[in-house]
């Protein structure tokens, strides 16, 4: 009991759409930060699938969110999470998440929602879909329902969700002041990312086809490091590099032990080393970086009923802490239960 109490200011929570497989972005940009804070100890670690969330772009074609959802626990598994350590989640099987945001759209002016700079960004990305929905302009509405639900005091995501973090600070507070002191108001836990680009040097993203992920392995993974952009500006072998404007140097940085990076550096500065040479001792490197991911999902692959059990679990531990965050909620708003009334 004293447990809780003392962990209570201390619950993360974060959550993924389940669009597609995790990348090498999504590892270093984010998945990395969950299993730190996870390793840290002293944290209650929450982290779900946001399957509600990816229906705001997906809608049109749903056929696939089941499957990128197991997808996406066996790549989190892989990547360090530990389901005895955190506890997983499927937003859709905690239906309380959906009253909650019909609750917090109420109270939630429309020009937050309209000018939120996170809103225009993925409608200018996501050109080719139809996002003149009511859902997609009130997806932060729900991103703050799935935060505050759990009381979380941190929530590590990246800089691109930083202002839908701030828009959930904005309608916690609105919900205390209007009705009674209910949720915390969650901190942003953002944490130094590498600057890792795609393949083609633009942001690693599955809509541009650029993207290494945590399942590419062998022929595959090396084929995808040898096609790699490197320092713009190096025509030639005999063209000396600049290692810090190359992306494959950047990988390097993570997947190379030092004295090597020093003295891939070194080489390229002086064009002693060939980008084809230097990709592929980077090729080497990931692969030996990303063999123990594989081993996992090996395992999780050949048993797919332990990762639905790990998420039916975590599950049923989400739903009772939204059943008593809702009690809460009705009390505070006086929205009585009518045995109640
Ligand atoms: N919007 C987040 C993303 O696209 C996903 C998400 C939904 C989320 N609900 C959340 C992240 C709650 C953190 C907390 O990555
Ligand atoms: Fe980049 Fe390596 Fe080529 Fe230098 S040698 S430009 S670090 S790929």
Same mark, same amino acid.
């Given at each position: 009991?004293s447990?809780?109490?003392?962990?209570?200011?201390?619950?993360?929570l974060?959550?993924?759409?389940?669009?597609?497989?995790?990348?090498?972005?999504?590892?270093?940009?984010?998945?990395?930060?969950?299993?730190?804070?996870?390793?840290?100890?002293?944290?209650?670690?929450?982290?779900?699938?946001?399957d509600w969330?990816?229906?705001?772009s997906?809608?049109?074609?749903?056929s696939k969110?089941?499957? %990128?959802?197991?997808d996406?626990?066996?790549?989190w598994?892989?990547?360090?999470?530990?389901?005895?350590r955190?506890? %997983?989640f499927?937003q859709?099987e905690?239906?309380?998440?959906?009253?909650?945001f019909?609750?917090?759209?109420m109270?939630?002016?429309?020009?937050?929602?309209?000018?939120?700079p996170?809103?225009?960004?993925?409608k200018?990305?996501l050109?080719?879909?139809?996002?003149?929905?009511?859902g /997609?302009?009130?997806?932060?509405?729900?991103q703050?329902?799935?935060?505050?639900?759990?009381?979380? %005091?941190?929530?590590?995501?990246?800089?691109?969700?930083l202002p839908?973090?701030e828009? @959930?600070?904005e309608?916690?507070?609105?919900?205390? /002041?209007?009705?009674?002191?209910?949720?915390?108001?969650?901190?942003?836990?953002?944490?130094?990312?590498?600057k890792l680009?795609?393949l083609?040097?633009?942001?690693?993203?599955?809509?541009?086809?650029?993207?290494?992920?945590?399942?590419?392995?062998?022929?595959?993974?090396?084929?995808?490091?040898?096609?790699m952009? @490197?320092?713009?500006?190096?025509?030639?072998?005999r063209?000396p590099?600049?290692p810090?404007?190359?992306?494959? /140097?950047? /990988?390097?940085?993570?997947?190379?032990a030092?004295d090597?990076?020093?003295q891939i550096?070194?080489?390229?500065?002086?064009?002693?080393?060939?980008?084809?040479?230097c990709?592929?001792?980077?090729a080497?490197a990931v692969a030996?970086?990303?063999?123990?991911?594989h081993?996992?999902?090996?395992h999780?692959?050949?048993?797919?009923n332990e990762v639905?059990d790990?998420?039916?679990?975590?599950t049923?531990?989400?739903?009772?802490?939204?059943?008593?965050?809702?009690?809460?909620?009705?009390?505070?708003l006086?929205i009585?239960?009518?045995?109640?009334?």
């Open positions: 009991m447990g809780e109490v003392s962990l209570k200011g201390k619950r993360i974060s959550g993924m759409r389940p669009t597609g497989r995790l990348h090498l972005g999504n590892l270093h940009g984010a998945l990395n930060n969950w299993v730190n804070l996870q390793n840290r100890g002293g944290y209650e670690c929450f982290y779900f699938v946001a969330h990816a229906l705001t997906e809608y049109k074609d749903t969110i089941s499957a %990128f959802t197991i996406m626990i066996v790549d598994l892989s990547a360090g999470l530990d389901p005895s955190s506890t %997983f499927l859709s905690v239906e309380d998440h959906a009253e909650l019909l609750i917090l759209s109270i939630t002016p429309l020009a937050w929602l309209e000018r939120n996170t809103y225009k960004e993925m200018e990305e050109f080719d879909r139809d996002l003149s929905t009511a /997609f302009l009130g997806y932060p509405v729900l703050a329902a799935d935060i505050i639900m759990y009381k979380a %005091f941190g929530v590590p995501v990246g800089v691109d969700q839908h973090i828009l @959930t600070r309608i916690a507070r609105r919900f205390n /002041f209007l009705y009674r002191e209910v949720f915390p108001i969650p901190e942003p836990l953002l944490t130094e990312v590498p680009l795609g083609d040097g633009r942001k690693m993203s599955k809509s541009y086809d650029n993207a290494i992920y945590l399942r590419d392995r062998g022929d595959e993974l090396a084929r995808k490091i040898l096609s952009f @490197t320092d713009p500006e190096r025509k030639t072998k063209d590099g600049r810090h404007l190359c992306n494959v /140097f950047s /990988f390097h940085g993570i997947y190379t030092p090597e990076l020093e550096s070194e080489d390229c500065k002086k064009a002693a080393v060939g980008c084809v040479e990709k592929g001792r980077l080497a030996v970086g990303m063999a123990p991911f081993e996992i999902q090996d999780y692959l050949n048993n797919l639905r790990i998420l039916a679990d975590g049923s531990r989400a739903r009772a802490i939204a059943r008593s965050t809702m009690d809460e909620v009705r009390d505070a006086k009585h239960r009518l045995q109640k009334m």
